[in-house]
């Protein structure tokens, strides 16, 4: 695992996912927001960039695209307690926050502009949902050519079972799947 020229994402977690109130509620271990921390730590100590992305709609709705055609109720909208990232892992002034309205970090975003900025060749992807937000942002980085890790206890999915086939997906054609332990014993 090379972590030179790496950056930290952080996908969606947000009260409307893991909140106690969630809208989509994601399934994680009990130990996963604490896992992200740590993380977070270590890639401050590191000088690895952290970066959120903020799934955010607005009001109106008009912005949802086909996102609201299946299952999904109305979350994250602007200004709400659900669009908020959680409390527990609340971004520096040093850290980057991306927003967007889509799945996709990558889709209309910024993203790319701010990873080619900082020289970043490999993402380390956690957050929510394993199966939505993270497998598809998982797929785009792949594709634009960055090296992925994903830490499997540091990412929630919709179910169990949903969780572990984007694990599966994301270890078969995008990237490694790891834990946080094995990111943090890596030396820079």
Do not use: W
């Not at 909140?19 to 927001?33: F, L, N, Q, S, T």
């Not at 309205?101 to 490999?122: A, E, N």
Request: aromatic share 6%.
């Amino acid at each position: 695992m090379k972590l030179e020229h790496a950056a930290l994402l952080i996908i969606d977690l947000q009260n409307d996912f893991v909140g106690e109130h969630a809208a989509i509620p994601c399934k994680c271990d009990a130990d996963m927001i604490k896992n992200v921390k740590k993380l977070i730590q270590f890639c401050h100590e590191k000088q690895i960039p952290v970066i959120y992305t903020q799934e955010e709609h607005r009001a109106s709705m008009i912005d949802f695209g086909r996102e609201l055609d299946g299952d999904e109720p109305v979350h994250c909208l602007e200004g709400s307690e659900g669009a908020k990232i959680i409390e527990e892992l609340t971004p520096t002034e040093r850290d980057h926050v991306i927003k967007k309205r889509r799945y996709s970090g990558f889709f209309q975003t910024d993203l790319k502009l701010l990873l080619d900025s900082l020289k970043v060749d490999t993402l380390i992807i956690t957050g929510a949902a394993t199966d939505v937000c993270v497998r598809i942002t998982a797929t785009d980085a792949q594709q634009y050519g960055y090296f992925v890790y994903v830490p499997k206890d540091c990412v929630a999915g919709t179910t169990p079972q949903q969780n572990a086939a984007a694990l599966e997906h994301i270890r078969y054609v995008l990237g490694k799947v790891v834990t946080s332990e094995e990111i943090l014993k890596e030396e820079l």
